[in-house]
Structure formats: C-alpha cells, structure tokens
C-alpha cells in the first residue's frame, strides 16, 4: 500500500472521536435512504388498502431523506475539517503540498464512503423488511412472508450517495485550498465569526420570529393555513438563525455595556464567556433549535391521526353508510330509500338508527354585520377567510330526526354551527331576512360538510319551497358552479364489519340497476367499513414517515450536539487553565464553565418548545384539512412529544458531557 492510502487510514483511526461518529451517521442515513427508498417501490403494498396514498407518502419522504442528507452530512463533514485544519497546517509546515493533502483526503473520502456503502445498505437490507411488516401492522394489512432486495434500489442509492461523498469532498478541498498555513494551524482555533452589522440582524431576526408567529396564531382559514404555513416556517428559520448568530451577541453587549452589572465577578465572567461562546456556536445551537423543532412539529400530528383515526372515521362518516342522490323527484328518492330499507330486511340485517333528509348546499361570504352574500370571483384569494358553508333542511326532517314537532313560518329558521359561531338574531340573504327562533346541536348533516374545512353554517326552514326558491337564487349567481338539491339516506345497523361491507355491496348492486332503469338519477354512495382501510392507509403512511424522519432528525441533533461538545471541550481547555492563571479556584472555573455549558445546551430546546406552541394553531388548522377535529388528543401529543424529547435531548447532555469534562480535565 502507497503512502497516501496508509495515511489516509492511520489519520482515521486516530481521529476516531470525530470520524467514527461521523461513519455511523453516514451509515445510518444511508440505510434509511435505502429503506425508504425500498418501502416505496415494493409491489406488496399495491395490494394494501390505501396502497396508492402510503406510496406517495413514502415517495414524499424519500426525497426529505435524500435533500436532508445532503444538508446534513456537509455539516457534520464541516466538524471534522475545522478540527483537523491545525493537522493539516502541520503537513503543510512539514512539506506536504496541498495536491498531497488533497489525495490523503481522497483516500479518506474513498474509505468512509466503502464503509458507509457496505455499512449503510447491509443494515438496510436487513431493516427493510422489518421496516415492511411494521408497515403493514400500521395499516392494520394483511402480513405477508418473503424478502424484496432491489437491485434498482442499491443502485438509486449508490448512485444518490455517491455524488454527494464526492460534493463533500470537493467543498473540503475547496476548505483547504482557500486556508493559508498559518490559517491552518490556528483554524481549530477560530470561531463563526461576528456578524458585522449585528445590531440590524438581530433586529431584523426579531421582526422575523414575530412576523412567523403573528401569522401562525392569527390565520383563521385551513385552505390559506397551508400555504402560509411554509411562509412562516421560513420566517421562523430566519429568524431563529438571525436571533442565534446576532441576537445572542447583541443582548449580551446591553448586559455588557451595563456597568453596574457587568462588574460583578459571576456576572462578567459569565457574560464574557457567553459571548464567545455564541460567537463559536451559535451556528450550531440554531441547527439543534430548528431540528429539535422539526422533530415536534412532525411527531406530534403524526402520532395525533394514527391515534386519533378511529374518531377521524366517525368524524366523516358518522354512520355506517350513506347514499345521496341528486336532482331527484320525490317519488324516485322514496323509492331509492324503500330500496335501503328492503335489502336491509332481505339480508336479516337490523337497522338501528337513519335519518333520510332534503337539503341544499351552497358557499357565500360573511364578512360581519347580518349578511351573507354570494359571488362569483373566484380570483380574490383574499376573499377565503370569510367563506361559510350554508347547509337548508326542512322543518318536516328535522322533526322526523329529532322526535319534536317543528313549525316555521317562512322568515324563521333554527340555526346549527359546527365551528364558527354567528353572533346576531337575524341574517339576510338574497335580499331577505331570516329570523333565528332557536338553536340547535342536534341537526342532519352528512359527513362530507360536517368534515369540510370549511365552516358550516346550517338551517332548518319551514318546508321545501324555501329550498327550492334558495336553489334558483344561488343558480342565478354560481350558473354551471351551481350546488344541486339532494336527498340523503344515512343508516346505522347491527352488523359487523364483514357484514356491513356485504350488505353495501348489495344496495349499491341495486341502486346501480335501478340507475340504469332511470337515467336522471345521479348519485353517491359510501361506507365507513369500506373506507377503514384507505384511512388506516393514508395515516398509517403519514405516521411511519413521520416517525422515520423524526429518527433522522433526532439523529442529527445528536451528532451536533456531540460535535459540539468535542469542540467546546478543547476551546474550554485553554480558557480552563487562562482562568485559573488569573486566580480562581478549580470549583469557580468548573461552576462558571457547567452554568454557560448548561444555557448554551438548553437555549435550543426551550426556544423549539416556544416553536411548537406558536406552531399549534396553524398546525390544527392544517389537521383540519386531514379531518382531525380532536384538538385535545393533539394537545395531549405535542405536550408528551416535547416530555419525551426534553428527555431524551436531556440523555444526549449527560452523554456528551462526560466526553466534554474528559477533555476539559486532561
């Protein structure tokens, strides 16, 4: 073996602290690259109920995987060169050129990228089908036996891997070509550098945090709370890095620029020694802040609709099956309903509870005041924050449904809210005002306008012509957008899951062929059973994703976090001795060292917790759009998702810090 190989490896082996961390990071991302990767082209989930929806969740996370990996490998990669620049500067010192040194870390570049290849997609191999059955047991599928390796997807991944363990070694050539000697020799040395216009930054960092939250807790529309979501997560990323690199500096040069405070022995050597290290770490300590966060912010819904999908299910199909027809006369309706009921006997299969019912459904703005109006404009996006559902039954339903004996006169209506409330007596529409007599909780409605993210306003009206005259309203302002009126029948029965889905088959066989008999019969059909599966799919999906990125995230906060600790240790192993040099005391240098380590370490986790609580809103409101209603389950989620990564983030310190005190006491 030539030279260059041989100091390639021996270089590895003493630098073990910083590379073998570093080799196991790149291991493991590789694997789960090759994992997800897998899991998304494994034909067995073609057959799984919501099949279609977990692949593309898959898809979805494998590219976060691969851009993530990216980011975060050239950072960790940055670690290892900043503490082997003064190694290098003595190679160079010694003789070796920078061609020389450039093969030695092409060697080492070559060896950790073998190793990780061989590491990464052996252990991924192996998790693969682990990582498939625990998939399947998610979304409640099927387990099937066998074992899929791809060869395509060795491929993808060596391919993927490989260009980016060749893009980390240019930019650590580019690190070393653009670094004089002496730069070298002292780059362990040499801290992020101040920014130079702090003052503006730090502002400008406050202004963006506040502007990210601002929008999080006032957006009020779950359609605009997807779009602004990323608008205030870049903000928040901003901001937080901004508030890190020049905000910490210039809180602590207020403190400083305060005699009466800064001239007291704690305070000054503890505001001396924060500055430093903010200016050394500060970088760091905002990557911990927004990946800490990222963790919460993707654990907490995910484990909120897995946990919460059976009340989703009830949530949008609140009885067991349901069949909407539209544009129909009465007589066909009463047929289409006598129809349910009868196979329902011919089954031996009890109905417990239904509710068959007219209604007329359309959209219209309420911006305030006791007025709802309708337009057409469709390219005002400004105009989304006022939009209501309004949803018309007659009085004759209601009273079939609830038992009581409603009578209105054609200017009264009973009014019911499913999540905004309308604060007035009256209202008007098309020109006309309505009385509210009374309200209600106990009101008919299907599941698709109960779960639409939408709010709904809904109304009992004296009887079938006030719809009627509402429909040829709302006609002459939507024309061909126009909502139809329809008619429903919702039931509930005493069968089970097996036979609920048998019994479906059977009317939706008889409507089909009574559709056929009667041309203008449009209709609809669904069955909560029947749907079990996709959602189980659907959610299953989004929380394995969610639950494999959170590992990756952890992941990475944990080789930042032990980075960090390695570099802070041999900087604070100068000052260790400087301080006590200047007269203090061992236990006044260990106390004042473990307080700055103690703030430094948990600045990050307590800012992500203030994150993820300015985050809950506009997350609900995107849980919203995925039919998650139950705001207390994702209370209960986020606030155990911060207890358990709070202790977990907690382990990593104590962890981490015997290797930092190892180093400070040598």
Sequence with gaps: MSLYPKLALTNIRKNTKTYVPYIITCILTISMYYVMKSLSMNEGIDGVHGGFAIREMLRLGNYIIAIFSCIFLFYTNSFLMKNRKKEFGLFNILGMEKRHIAKVIGYESIFVAIISFAGGISVGILLDKLMYLMLLKIVNADITLGFYISKDVIFNTVVIFGILFFLIFLNSMRMIHLSKPIELLKGGNIGEKEPKAKWIRAILGVIALGTGYYIAVTVKNPINALTLFFVAVILVIIGTYFLFTAGSIALLKILKSNKRYY?????????????????????????????????????????????????????????????????????????????????????????????????????????????????????????????????????????????????????????????????????????????????????????????????????????????????????????????????????????????????????????????????????????????????????????????????????????????????????????????????????????????????????????????TAFAFPIVKKILLMLQLNNTNLYIFCTAMSFAIFAIVYGVIYLLTAKIYYKIVQK
């Excluded at 989703?312 to 349910?340: C, G, S």
């Excluded at 106390?591 to 948990?602: D, G």
């Design 263 to 611: 001239y007291k022995t704690n305070h000054f050597i503890s505001v001396s020694g924060m500055m430093y290290r903010m200016k050394q770490n500060a970088v760091g300590l905002a990557n911990i802040c927004i990946l800490a966060t990222m963790v919460l912010t993707t654990v907490s819904p995910t484990v909120s609709m897995i946990a919460g999908v059976e009340d989703i299910l009830m949530y949008r199909y609140p009885y067991q099956m349901a069949f909407t027809t539209y544009n129909p006369d009465m007589e066909k309706y009463q047929e289409i309903i006598d129809m349910v009921y009868k196979t329902a006997d011919e089954e031996n299969v009890k109905i417990t509870k239904k509710a068959s019912y007219i209604s007329l459904n359309f959209s219209a703005l309420y911006e305030g005041g006791d007025e709802f109006r309708l337009t057409n404009d469709t390219t005002d996006m400004s105009l989304l924050e006022y939009v209501y559902n309004l949803y018309f039954i007659t009085a004759e339903d209601y009273s079939r449904y609830t038992g009581e004996n409603v009578t209105l006169n054609d200017d009264e209506v009973i009014m019911w809210s499913n999540r905004s409330e309308y604060p007035n007596d009256s209202f008007k529409l098309f020109g006309k005002t309505y009385n509210i007599v009374d309200r209600t909780d106990d009101y008919i409605v299907d599941g698709v306008t109960t779960s639409d993210i939408i709010a709904t306003f809904g109304f009992v009206v004296s009887d079938f012509s006030v719809i009627e005259n509402l429909d040829k309203e709302q006609k002459k302002v939507y024309g061909g957008m126009a909502s139809n009126i329809t008619s429903s029948c919702m039931i509930d029965t005493n069968a089970d899951s097996d036979e609920q889905i048998e019994l479906f088959n059977k009317i939706y066989d008889n409507i089909v062929r009574y559709k056929k008999e009667n041309n203008n019969t449009y209709y609809s059909m669904e069955c909560r059973e029947k749907e079990r599966g996709d959602a189980y799919g659907l959610y299953g999906g989004l929380f394995f994703v969610g639950m494999f990125l959170s590992v990756l995230f952890t992941l990475a906060t944990v080789l930042i976090v032990y980075y960090k600790q390695i570099s802070e240790g041999y900087d604070d192993k100068n000052r260790f001795e400087i301080m006590q040099k200047v007269g203090m005391t061992e236990q006044e240098v260990k106390k004042s060292i473990h307080s700055q380590v103690l703030t430094v370490f948990f600045l990050p986790i307590i800012l992500a917790g203030i994150h």
